[in-house]
């Protein structure tokens, strides 16, 4: 079964910069886009980034251009999430999936970022 291990998530204070993973197990994950997505308090998931299935072409959400940069690497089934000059706003348990326009495979955990001074 498929399955998605997120890492990296912390408590960092705005303007600090966080490093998130995720690892794919069972999956032909190099042949897919994929996404990392966003669940804030009290709000729904949203997409905050995407990566082609080759690493060629990236999409971010208007609030996080320019300070959040998705990779991937296809032999270790991991996507990665540099996000730089944090915000309160960015706040949220952080997720990987494919990309929105497909069915969810089963979400993992998440891993919660807080940005709080």
């Known amino acids: 079964q498929v399955q998605f291990v997120e890492s990296g998530g912390g408590l960092v204070q705005p303007g600090g910069s966080l490093r998130l993973s995720c690892a794919a197990s069972?999956?032909?994950?190099?042949?897919?886009?994929m996404s990392w997505y966003r669940q804030a308090p009290g709000k729904e998931r949203e997409m905050v980034a995407q990566?082609?299935?080759?690493?060629?072409?990236?999409i971010y959400a208007n609030s996080v251009k320019g300070r959040f940069t998705i990779s991937r690497d296809n032999a270790k089934r991991t996507v990665y999430l540099q996000m730089n000059s944090l915000k309160p706003e960015d706040t949220g348990v952080y997720y990987c999936?494919?990309?929105?326009?497909?069915?969810?495979?089963?979400w993992g955990q998440g891993t919660q970022v807080s940005v709080s001074s």
């Open positions: 990566i082609s299935d080759d690493g060629g072409s990236t």
């Open positions: 069972e999956f032909t994950f190099s042949s897919y886009s």
């Open positions: 999936n494919r990309r929105p326009s497909l069915p969810p495979l089963p």
